[in-house]
């Protein structure tokens, strides 16, 4: 049992900037990855950024050089910081991690999701 609680959404003015966190809780014996996705009305869930264990950082181009993810080893936590946002960011945004419980299972948890607006 493993939870992803997450905290930072919310309503900002184009140009602004949000910051979102994520902090895994449980039987954790290892996090092998952390990263974002998002989703608006509508559309796919699409990833956003992805941070894995050996520090390899992947964006997703629409956000590449607004966002950067990062990660606090000692708090199993990651989280994205979100600069000259823009209407299209709008969207419900999801943190997931791949995480190691025990020896023979790894598996993928999602955080419950926050609304990130951007609106003038």
């Known amino acids: 049992q493993v939870q992803l609680v997450q905290s930072g959404g919310g309503l900002v003015q184009p140009g602004g900037s949000l910051t979102l966190s994520c902090a895994a809780s449980g039987s954790i014996l290892s996090i092998h990855g952390m990263g974002w996705y998002r989703q608006a009305p509508g559309n796919q869930r699409e990833l956003v950024a992805a941070l894995t264990s050996d520090g390899t950082i992947n964006y997703a181009d629409s956000v590449k050089g607004r966002f950067t993810i990062s990660r606090d080893n000692a708090k199993n936590t990651v989280y994205l910081q979100m600069n000259r946002l823009e209407p299209e960011d709008t969207a419900v945004y999801y943190c997931?991690?791949?995480?190691?419980?025990?020896?023979?299972?790894?598996?993928?948890?999602w955080g419950q999701g926050t609304q990130v607006t951007v609106s003038s």
């Open positions: 997931n991690a791949d995480v190691r419980t025990d020896l023979l299972i790894r598996r993928w948890y």
